[in-house]
């Protein structure tokens, strides 16, 4: 079974810093998907970033990249010029290439952005 | 123009009752899911629908059960609550066709469900 874990609990920046969030994750396949969403206190469920686990190349979405390391599973996000509206809860999540499948989601890291 | 939207928000209701859960997403997509996201944040699948058809059920209590009249309806009902069913119910929605960019999933806002 695929397992996705994000070891910060809670990380804190200062505005206009850059932080990293990291994830690791586990899986047998080769042809996968691994996501960011942001869920800030509204509750909506908002992706900020995907990888497709064939391209070497990392995502990049504005401010938001990603390392992937595909040999060391891992899918770090990084935030460069936090914003204060960027202060959510950040979830790692992966999925299978096949037909619908599920997401696999992290325990989250919580972000404070600081003035 | 709300894309998968669910009603409704919040639901505070006495144990033992049944309530309903109702989803609808309007993209066009094949495939929409039920995820519980428990008091710690956690986030698991509960189940999903392809085309109206069952394809995810994970071990979920049979008090729970998923109805699809058609794929752009998803509804969640649950019979005799218990305390430990209070949590966010996230409805979401994928293209559900292998490819780069129909694994995406998109949520709805969320029913908070308080059980008392």
């Not at chain 1, 936090?82 to 299978?96: E, I, R, V």
Request: aromatic letters at 12%.
């Amino acid at each position: 079974a695929q397992t996705v874990t994000q070891s910060q609990p809670e990380m804190s920046v200062q505005e206009a810093e850059t932080v990293t969030l990291s994830c690791t994750y586990d899986t047998s396949e080769s042809d996968y998907y691994l996501f960011w969403y942001k869920q800030p206190p509204s509750r909506q469920m908002i992706l900020v970033i995907r990888q497709e686990a064939y391209k070497q190349q990392n995502a990049t979405e504005n401010r938001f990249s990603v390392n992937f390391q595909k040999a060391a599973k891992s899918f770090s996000l990084k935030i460069s010029d936090s914003q204060l509206g960027d202060a959510a809860m950040y979830f790692c999540a992966w999925s299978g290439a096949g037909t619908a499948s599920k997401l696999t989601f992290g325990t989250g890291t919580r972000l404070q952005v600081t003035l | 123009d709300t894309a998968v939207s669910q009603t409704p928000k919040y639901l505070v209701t006495q144990m033992g009752n049944d309530k309903s859960i109702k989803c609808e997403q309007n993209l066009g997509h094949d495939t929409m899911y039920w995820y519980k996201q428990d008091s710690k944040k956690f986030l698991k699948i509960m189940f999903s629908y392809n085309n109206k058809e069952l394809i995810i059920n994970e071990t979920v209590p049979n008090r729970f059960s998923p109805k699809s009249p058609d794929k752009a309806h998803l509804n969640l009902h649950i019979n005799s609550l218990e305390l430990g069913d209070s949590a966010v119910y996230f409805c979401a929605s994928s293209q559900g066709q292998p490819g780069p960019m129909n694994t995406e999933a998109f949520f709805g806002q969320g029913t908070r469900l308080t059980v008392v």
